[in-house]
């Protein structure tokens, strides 16, 4: 149970493109989903969380006009990077909560390179 | 604000060792303390959690107890097989309602050689 699928696993585009990742809830309705984004080799960085029927929360630092969030049912959460460049090229995860006071469930990942 | 901090890698193993990977935390109030593990290429996988002092988690043949008193959370196992080699992520929740942010440790890396 608690399953999370990401997809594309895997995207290469050029400089300008739009990139939409989904993330999906297969098994469990999640009201909260987190998007993160890993550089090599180090660990996770909160981007948001994102609430089904809410705009999504931004860490600090983080452009919500360059990484557009949108939780429109309570099993998809999507993540747009818009008109991506080189320096956007990372690993994002996304992960959901079961419910409140529950461990978050990952996803497996996308992998970005914006050529 | 909160932090977890938990040992470099990468530690390199020979199949049948013992492994602990140290973890400490700062944190106000009670928080749920976490270890997820993440295969090459992959998102990560929950290994154990504990909600409150004393408490144990374990699965795999891994191990470890949240100590309130030294505010750590040590990961153990006393037998690493190859298939165990991956980057272990210490993390500790809030707690709170609102989210229950995650905050990573920098990951440890881990191979076990046969």
């Known amino acids: 149970g608690a399953v999370v699928s990401q997809h594309p696993s895997r995207v290469i585009c050029k400089s300008g493109t739009s990139v939409k990742i989904e993330c999906r809830s297969l098994?469990?309705?999640?009201?909260?989903m987190f998007w993160y984004r890993q550089f090599p080799k180090q660990s996770l960085m909160l981007m948001a969380t994102s609430n089904e029927g809410s705009k999504a929360t931004y860490e600090q630092g983080v452009e919500k006009d360059k990484f557009l969030i949108n939780h429109a049912s309570l099993t998809l959460s999507t993540l747009t990077v818009t008109s991506a460049h080189p320096e956007d090229s990372s690993f994002y995860i996304c992960?959901?909560?079961?419910?409140?006071?529950?461990?978050?469930?990952f996803g497996d990942g996308t992998r970005l390179s914006i050529l | 604000g909160d932090s977890v901090t938990q040992m470099e890698g990468p530690v390199t193993l020979s199949e049948e060792a013992f492994l602990t990977i140290n973890c400490t935390y700062t944190?106000?109030?009670?928080?749920?303390l976490f270890w997820y593990v993440q295969y090459p290429g992959e998102g990560l996988q929950l290994l154990l959690k504990a909600t409150k002092a004393d408490d144990k988690g374990s699965n795999k043949g891994f191990e470890a107890t949240y100590r309130k008193e030294t505010t750590s959370f040590h990961l153990e196992k006393g037998s690493v097989q190859v298939s165990d080699s991956a980057v272990y992520f210490c993390?500790?929740?809030?707690?709170?309602?609102?989210?229950?942010?995650?905050?990573f440790g920098g990951g440890t890396r881990v191979l076990v050689k046969p």
């Open positions: 098994d469990f309705q999640a009201t909260t």
């Open positions: 992960s959901a909560k079961t419910g409140p006071n529950q461990p978050q469930h």
């Open positions: 993390a500790l929740s809030d707690g709170k309602a609102a989210g229950n942010k995650l905050t």
């Open positions: 944190a106000t109030g009670y928080p749920s």
